[in-house]
């Protein structure tokens, strides 16, 4: 039986992916064209995920679809119409591709979907059921919804068969989202003010849980056209919530006891109610229909679940801390850097001031941790070229000043005055703009945000730019994983003497 699984290099489905190979079954990856392959499997591409995606190269010979791809959130300009892009992406591109399975003749159709189906709360001790009364007001919730009917239709009025899974929070190895923010502030010991939220309930659902149960429903006869809900089976209030993760980083929880009414009142003044309501009302799933019909258990509680992700973490940030000695490099070659080449920094920007009579660049990028900063560099293209990432611009808005300044490079050389005051590094990934979705989402999930963008690095001096998102944050992981002092000079000598082209124009 060949499996294939939609979205392999997401969260889950790099999880999936494993689970599959561990448990000897034959799995095809299917990923965008950009995507590094990583694990030891059969890998299919695709070049988009839209309701005009071409399937039938990558259907041939499946007989099981996973459909793990999806979108969660949105683009900067579609926030005042999220659900544009989600039910494109959600709703249209799954439908598409569960259209072209029937004509494939695939058995089985397994789609992922979401919790926010049912909505997102539940009432205390009212667990959410398969039964959806009341569509979903959430877009994200609405477009899984409007999917799961479509799909219901289409298996219907065919041979293939479909199984709906409804996870609630995941959570695993690597998460990132709003889990990985309780791991970080607890582990810097920030008082978080939510020790007092001790009377709701949440569900949760370990990946490995999830994994388990998606591989179980492959084959299983009465799974056959159903909606299951999965979760660790255990509930826990947020504020229990925060003392395993708390025990599992080792450390000791500040949580603050304020009671769920104030952290109410605040978020309503605010403006955010919505948040109050997720962390403290409950959400619950009732998961005995999907244990009957599979005669399947969740492998491991939430309390080990949780610790286990928390010492990963702990891990992580280790490993993270060993390039110590990066920062005081940085400020002493940048503030040297700065000293030393004023009196070009001074007549590049008099005779930028001749070119376009605005001889600074200054826009607003991805730092660490996703937070905003102004990236400084010389000016090259004329005052009027849209706001994009450089592979995505026009040769000619280049000036002739910026051709020469982007050939010797010193249109980066501003930056040092961003590496002086923290915000970048000599050595790190290239800080993309926030409009670029794609790439934010590739990034997040490798752990790029992690540390400090850069002037130069790895994917740089190997010519690969932003126009591979998926590749650019796999180089860029690669680099953060084996950064050492050698290679962090080799980096900026080789840079120096002109190698690589980075996120040159095309």
């Not at 009212?126 to 239709?153: M, N």
């Not at 102004?374 to 706001?387: N, P």
């Amino acid at each position: 039986m060949n499996i294939l699984v939609t979205g392999a290099n997401g969260f889950i489905g790099q999880a999936l992916v494993k689970n599959l190979l561990e448990t000897k079954h034959n799995v095809i990856a299917c990923v965008r064209q950009s995507v590094k392959p990583t694990l030891d499997c059969e890998y299919r591409f695709i070049d988009k995920l839209d309701s005009n995606t071409d399937w039938k190269q990558v259907l041939q010979g499946i007989d099981v679809v996973i459909h793990c791809a999806g979108k969660a959130s949105v683009l900067k300009d579609d926030k005042n119409n999220p659900s544009k892009s989600l039910k494109e992406v959600n709703t249209a591109a799954t439908l598409n591709l569960a259209k072209q399975a029937v004509d494939m003749c695939i058995q089985r159709f397994i789609f992922l979907s979401s919790i926010k189906v049912n909505g997102e709360y539940s009432l205390p001790n009212h667990p959410f059921t398969p039964e959806v009364t009341i569509p979903p007001s959430d877009p994200y919730g609405y477009s899984k919804y409007k999917a799961e009917l479509g799909l219901k239709e289409i298996a219907n009025n065919s041979t293939m068969d479909y199984v709906i899974i409804r996870p609630t929070l995941v959570y695993g190895e690597n998460v990132k989202g709003n889990f990985n923010a309780l791991m970080k502030w607890t582990y810097k010991g920030i008082p978080l003010p939510l020790g007092g939220i001790k009377n709701n309930l949440r569900s949760l659902v370990s990946v490995k849980n999830l994994t388990d149960l998606i591989v179980s429903s492959i084959d299983t006869p009465d799974a056959k056209n159903q909606v299951l809900l999965v979760s660790d089976d255990s509930d826990i209030s947020t504020a229990m919530m925060l003392d395993e993760i708390a025990s599992g980083l080792g450390v000791k929880n500040k949580a603050l006891p304020v009671p769920p009414s104030l952290i109410k009142i605040g978020a309503k003044l605010v403006g955010k109610e919505h948040i109050a309501q997720r962390l403290c009302g409950s959400l619950q799933v009732d998961i005995s229909d999907t244990k009957e019909l599979l005669n399947w258990e969740p492998k491991i509680s939430t309390s080990e679940a949780i610790q286990n992700t928390a010492k990963f973490y702990v891990s992580n940030q280790t490993v993270s801390k060993k390039n110590k000695w990066q920062r005081p490099l940085d400020i002493t070659f940048s503030a040297t850097g700065l000293v030393a080449a004023s009196p070009l920094l001074i007549g590049t920007t008099l005779v930028g001031y001749l070119d376009t009579g605005s001889p600074l660049f200054i826009q607003e990028r991805v730092g660490k941790n996703k937070k905003p900063f102004k990236l400084v560099k010389f000016r090259t293209m004329k005052l009027d070229t849209a706001s994009v990432a450089s592979h995505l611009a026009n040769n000619s808005s280049i000036t002739k000043l910026g051709k020469i300044l982007r050939k010797t490079k010193l249109d980066e050389l501003p930056q040092l005055i961003n590496v002086l005051k923290g915000e970048m590094s000599l050595v790190g990934p290239r800080p993309n703009l926030y409009n670029q979705q794609e790439l934010i989402e590739a990034r997040d999930a490798q752990g790029v945000y992690d540390v400090l963008p850069g002037i130069t690095g790895l994917a740089q001096i190997s010519g690969i730019d932003m126009s591979t998102p998926e590749l650019l944050a796999e180089t860029d992981k690669e680099m953060i994983d084996n950064l050492t002092l050698k290679k962090y000079f080799s980096y900026i000598i080789r840079t120096a003497l002109g190698k690589g082209s980075g996120d040159a124009v095309k």
